[in-house]
C-alpha cells in the first residue's frame, strides 16, 4: 500500500511534467502522444524506454485517468484493439530490440494500425493446420495464401501473420511468425459481410508479398509458440478487464428496464435478475482473477472468463430484443458498411443480439476453450490426436 | 464510473486468502480429515448422533472456532466473517454435521447485539451451543415472529423446521410484542419447551419442530433492537452460507474429476469424453465463479461494507444454485456408484438441495436484489 501511494505520486509528477513540457491545448494531437509515449506514460507495463515503466497494469487507468483530467487526447485504443491487445505484447516478448523500436511506437500512437492473419478457410479452430505458405528467397520470404476473419485488415499499415514455413514435418513444427506490410502490392483486402449486415471483418488474399526476414517475429518454425502467446493476450483482452458492476451488456438492458417500465412482466424480470446476478459475479470473478495474477498465480483462467462473458452477452442480448416486445422486431439499418470501431453494446438491440452470436466464434470457440480448461485446468485426457506425428503435406485434407 | 471502478482496482477487497486464513482451513481440514469420515456422517441418516458431539467439541472448544465471531473483550477470538467463511467452506467440503453456522454464526450474532455477555461469553468459549429459533427457509426479508408472550410473560406459540436447535442448550427465540421484536432466551431442556426432532431431507443438519407452551424466558434485546439483531444474524447467515455451499461444490467437481480420470469405460479413461470434459468445464467455471461471490460476501461482510446486503443476495442468488448443480453432476457422472447409499455423493446432494431453501431461495434473493439495485418488478 505504502509502495502503491509511493508509485501514484511519482506518476503525478511525471504527469505534471508533460503537461508542463508538452501543453496538449496547443500541441498537434499526434505530437503529444510521442511525447507521452516518451515519457514512459503510454502503458505502464512495458519497459523504460518502450513507452512505460515497467509498473504493474493496474497502475495504468490512474494514468489515464490524470491525463484525461489534465485535457490530454488519447490514443484512441479501440481503433487500434489488434495492434494494443495483441501485435503489442507479442511484439515485446519476441521481437528483437529493433523491431520494438521500429514498431511499438506508431503502433501505440496509433499512427499505424495493425491487423491480424491468423484464421484462414481451413483452418479456424485447427488453427495450426494453416497453410498460407512463406518461401525463402534470399534475404525475403515469399508469401501465398488467404487469410480470413481479419478486422481492420482496409486500414492496416501492418499484420501479424503465420504461415507455413515447411511443410515437410508436422503442422505445428512447421510454422513461422511474420509482420506483413499491408501495403505490399500483393495483399488483396476485400470485405466479408456477417450477418449483421455489415463487413466488420475482412479476407484477405496475399500473392507473391515479398517480407523481409527482418520481419519474421521469433524463430524460424517457433510461429506456433509465438501464435499461442498471441492468442493468450486475446483471450485476456477479450474477458478479462476491469469493469464496473453493470458494465457491458448488463448495463444496456438495466437502462432499458428502468427506462421502460411498461415492458417489465414478473417472467422477464427473474430472467433479469439471473443474469443480474451472473454478471455481477462475473465482474467479481474477473477481480479474483487479476488479483490471483497479480499474486504470480497464473494459469489459462483466461479462457473460464471468456466463456461466462460470450455466453452473458448472447443471453442478455437476446432478453433485450424479447423484453422490447413489437420494437424487438425492428432492425436499424442492413446497409453494408465498414465500421471504423466495433462496439459489442453498440447500435440497437437486434444488432447486438446477432453480433454476439460471434462472442462464442471469435478468439478461440467456446468448444476449444471448454478442451482447455478441461485438459489443461482440471488435467482431464487430452483429445485424441489422429494429425500429430504426421508431415503437414501428407494430412487428409 | 469506470475511472472510479479501475481506480478503486488498486486497494479493493482481497478475495483471496490471507496466510492466517490459510492456516486457519489446514487445522479445520486436518481435524475433519481424521474425525469426519463418510462412514461417519452417513450414521445420521439411521439416527446416530455420536459423531455430532464429539467433532463440535473438538471444533468449538480445541479448535476455538465457536467465538471467532465475539470480539476478544466479550470473550471471544475477534476475527471477522472472512475467517468463519473459511471454516465454513471446509464444514461444506466433508458435509460436517455441527451447529458452527446456527450457533456461532447465526444465534452468536443475534446476541452481539444484547448485553447477555455471560451466554456470549460461553457460546464463544464452547461452553454452550445455541440457535436461533427461525425457520430455516427464513431471511432477513421474510423473516416473521410467530412467538408471543402471554399475560404471564410466558412464551406461546410453535416455530417449524429449525436447524441447530437438537445441538442447542439455549434458544433465542424472537418474541412478537406490541413494541416490536424482542430477543429472548430459554434453556432448550426447560419446562414448556417442546423440541420435537424432524426427519429432514439433510439429516446432517437436522431440523426440530419447537412448540413453546408457558416457557420462561430472559429478554436478550429489546424491542427496538431485537428485529435487527434477528435480520442481522439471518443476513450474515445467507452471506456465510454461501462459503459452505462453494466447499460442497469444491468437494463434489473434486472428487468427480478425479473419479472419471481413473474410470475406464470403451478402454478409455470416462473423462476424456469430450461430452464428459465440456461438462466439467463448465461445473468448474461455475465453481471459480462461486469462489468469486462468496469470497465477496465474506469481505463486505467482515468490513461493514455497504455493499454486504447485496453482496450476500448476490452469493445466495448464485453459490446456492452451483452447489445444487455440482451435486447433481457429481450424482450423474459417478452414474451408478452415485445413486448408491454407499457413495458420498448423496450426503452432499441432500446438503445441497437444503441449502438452496436457506436463508431464503435464490429466486427470493434476486427478488430483493431488483429492490436494491433499482431494477423493481412493477413499475415504481
Known sequence: MVRDNMVRDDLRSRVKALLAATDPATTDRLDFLRARFDAGLAWANFPEGLGGLGLPRAFQPYVDQLLEAGGAPDNNPLRNGIGLGMAAPT?????????????????????????????????????AAVSTRAVRDGDSWVVNGQKVWTSAAHKARFAILLVRTDPNVSKH??????????????????????????????????????????????????????????????????????????????????????????????????????????????????????????????????STMKLTFAR???QLSGLEVELLGEDGLRYSD???????????????????????????????????????????????????RTDKDIAWKDLPK | MTSESTNSDLDELNLLYTDVEDSLRESVHDLLTARCTPERVVAAYDGDRDLQLGLWRSLSVDL?????????????????????AVVLEELGRFVAPVPFITSAVVATTALLQGDDDETLGQLAAGGCTAALVVPFSASATSFRPTVRADDDGKLQGRVTSVVGALDADVLLVPVSTD???????????????????????????????????????????????????????????????????????????????????????????????QAIKHRL??????????????????????????????????????????????????????????????????????????DQIAFGTAGAHRLRLGELVGLPVVPA
Not at chain 2, 467465538?67 to 477470538?77: E, F, I, N, S, Y
Open chain 2, 64 to 84: 476455538g472456532l465457536a467465538g471467532l465471531l465475539v470480539p476478544q473483550d466479550r470473550g471471544g477470538a475477534g476475527a471477522t466473517a472472512r475467517e468463519a
Open chain 1, 312 to 314: 452473458l452477452a448472447q
Open chain 1, 91 to 127: 511484439i515485446l516478448a519476441f521481437g528483437t530490440d529493433e523491431q520494438k523500436q521500429r514498431f511499438l511506437k506508431p503502433l501505440w500512437t496509433g499512427e499505424e494500425v495493425w491487423c491480424q492473419l491468423f484464421s484462414e478457410p481451413g483452418a479456424g479452430s485447427d488453427l
Open chain 2, 179 to 273: 413494541a416490536g421484536v424482542e430477543l429472548h432466551k430459554v434453556a432448550a431442556s426447560g419446562a414448556g419447551v417442546g423440541v420435537e426432532p424432524v426427519v429432514s431431507l439433510d439429516m446432517t443438519r437436522q431440523l426440530a419442530d419447537i412448540d413453546f407452551t408457558g416457557a420462561r424466558s430472559t429478554q436478550v434485546t429489546v424491542a427496538e433492537s431485537g428485529d435487527a439483531a434477528v435480520r442481522d444474524a439471518l443476513e450474515l447467515g445467507a452471506a456465510l452460507l454461501a462459503s459452505e455451499q462453494l466447499g460442497v461444490a469444491q468437494w463434489c467437481l473434486d472428487h468427480t474429476v478425479s473419479y472419471l480420470l481413473d474410470r475406464k469405460q470403451f478402454g478409455r479413461p470416462v473423462g476424456g469424453f
Open chain 1, 173 to 302: 513444427a512447421g510454422l513461422s511468425y511474420f509482420v506483413c506490410d499491408m501495403t505490399d502490392p500483393g495483399v488483396d483486402v476485400r470485405p466479408l459481410r456477417q450477418l449483421t449486415g455489415e463487413a466488420e471483418f475482412n479476407e484477405v488474399f496475399l500473392t507473391d508479398v515479398r517480407i523481409p526476414d527482418f520481419y519474421r517475429l521469433g524463430e524460424e518454425g517457433q510461429g506456433w509458440k509465438v501464435a499461442t502467446a498471441t492468442l493468450m493476450n486475446e483471450r485476456v483482452a477479450i474477458g478479462g478487464a476491469a469493469a464496473p458492476r453493470e458494465g457491458g451488456m448488463i448495463g444496456v438492458v438495466a437502462k432499458t428496464w428502468r427506462d421502460r417500465p411498461e415492458l417489465r412482466t414478473a417472467e422477464l424480470h427473474d430472467r433479469l435478475m439471473m443474469l443480474w446476478v451472473e454478471a455481477e459475479v462475473a465482474r467479481l470473478t474477473g477481480q479474483r482473477l487479476r488479483q490471483k495474477l497479480a499474486l504470480g498465480q497464473p494459469g489459462p483462467e483466461g
Open chain 2, 281 to 354: 468445464a463448465d461445473l468448474y467455471v461455475m465453481v471459480e465463479s462461486a469462489h468469486a461471490a462468496a469470497r465477496y460476501a465474506a469481505a463486505t461482510a467482515a468490513d461493514h461494507d455497504p455493499d454486504r446486503r447485496l453482496a450476500a443476495s448476490v452469493a445466495q442468488a448464485y453459490c446456492s444454485e452451483v452447489a445444487v448443480k455440482a451435486a447433481e453432476e457429481c450424482v450423474q457422472l459417478h452414474g451408478g456408484i452415485g445413486m448408491t447409499w454407499e457413495h458420498p455423493a448423496h450426503l452432499y446432494l441432500k446438503r445441497a438441495k437444503a
Open chain 1, 334 to 384: 442492413w446497409t453494408m458498411v465498414r465500421p471504423d470501431i466495433v462496439e459489442f453494446t453498440g447500435r440497437d438491440a437486434g444488432y447486438r443480439y446477432l453480433r454476439a452470436k460471434g462472442n462464442s466464434i471469435e478468439g478461440g470457440t467456446s468448444e476449444i476453450l471448454r478442451n482447455i480448461v478441461a485438459e489443461r485446468v482440471l488435467g482431464l485426457p487430452a483429445e485424441p
